[in-house]
T-cell receptor, first 117, second 112 residues
Framework: AQKVTQAQTEISVVEKEDVTLDCVYE???????LFWYKQPPSGELVFLIR????DEQNEISGRYSWNFQKSTSSFNFTITASQVVDSAVYFC??????????????WGLGTSLAVNP | DGGITQSPKYLFRKEGQNVTLSCEQNLNHDAMYWYRQDPGQGLRLIYYSQIVNDFQKGDIAEGYSVSREKKESFPLTVTSAQKNPTAFYLCASSMSTYNEQFFGPGTRLTVL
């Protein structure tokens, strides 16, 4: 069965520290997509990144970077030089290819990140 | 601006009443979704729709109903059969079920 595990429930750091959020997934599919979303206190989820299973290149976007490793089934997210505005709940998700070509997302339970001044 | 709107932001209802949550998108997306989020929890899929006039049950469809008469709109009705409806409801859309989903601001429903 497909599954997404975010083992870190809560993380607290001081501003300017680097922080890595872990995401481990399980799937039998050879083709799949992985996603990261940010949910700030306002509640609206913000899409951060989509990565397909054939592209293992790391991605960097400003202070954000993602490390995709199929060998360990992990898709970790690092924030460099964290800022207070990074405080949010971060969700990792995996796309599932179930019967009838209906693809839906399998969500992790999220990691709550608090960045303190 | 393109995006997803949900209304109302806060909703209060008495036990035994049905209530309809609105979701509209102008992104020209084919797929739309409804999720429920409880405090400190992840997202659980209620219903989703890949095209107009078609929708599928998600993981927790009991006590909910939807319609998809227009591409832009995917309203969710929380019926009196839903035992514990107090939650945060999020609507999302995507070009297809293969693409990333974009979310509305959510509706916080409280049953009094």
């Amino acid at each position: 069965a497909q599954k997404v595990t975010q083992a870190q429930t809560e993380i607290s750091v001081v501003e300017k520290e680097d922080v890595t959020l872990d995401c481990v997934y399980e799937t039998r599919d050879t083709t799949y997509y992985l996603f990261w979303y940010k949910q700030p206190p306002s509640g609206e989820l913000v899409f951060l990144i989509r990565r397909n299973s054939f592209d293992e290149q790391n991605e960097i976007s400003g202070r954000y970077s993602w490390n995709f490793q199929k060998s360990t089934s992990s898709f970790n997210f690092t924030i460099t030089a964290s800022q207070v505005v990074d405080s949010a709940v971060y969700f990792c998700a995996l796309s599932e290819f179930n019967a009838g070509n209906n693809r839906k997302l399998i969500w992790g339970l999220g990691t709550s990140l608090a960045v303190n001044p | 601006d393109g995006g997803i709107t949900q209304s109302p932001k806060y909703l209060f209802r008495k036990e035994g009443q049905n209530v309809t949550l609105s979701c509209e998108q102008n992104l020209n997306h084919d797929a739309m979704y409804w999720y429920r989020q409880d405090p400190g929890q992840g997202l659980r899929l209620i219903y989703y729709s890949q095209i107009v006039n078609d929708f599928q049950k998600g993981d927790i469809a009991e006590g909910y109903s939807v319609s998809r008469e227009k591409k832009e709109s995917f309203p969710l009705t929380v019926t009196s059969a839903q035992k514990n409806p107090t939650a945060f409801y999020l609507c999302a859309s995507s070009m297809s079920t293969y693409n990333e989903q974009f979310f509305g601001p959510g509706t916080r429903l409280t049953v009094l």
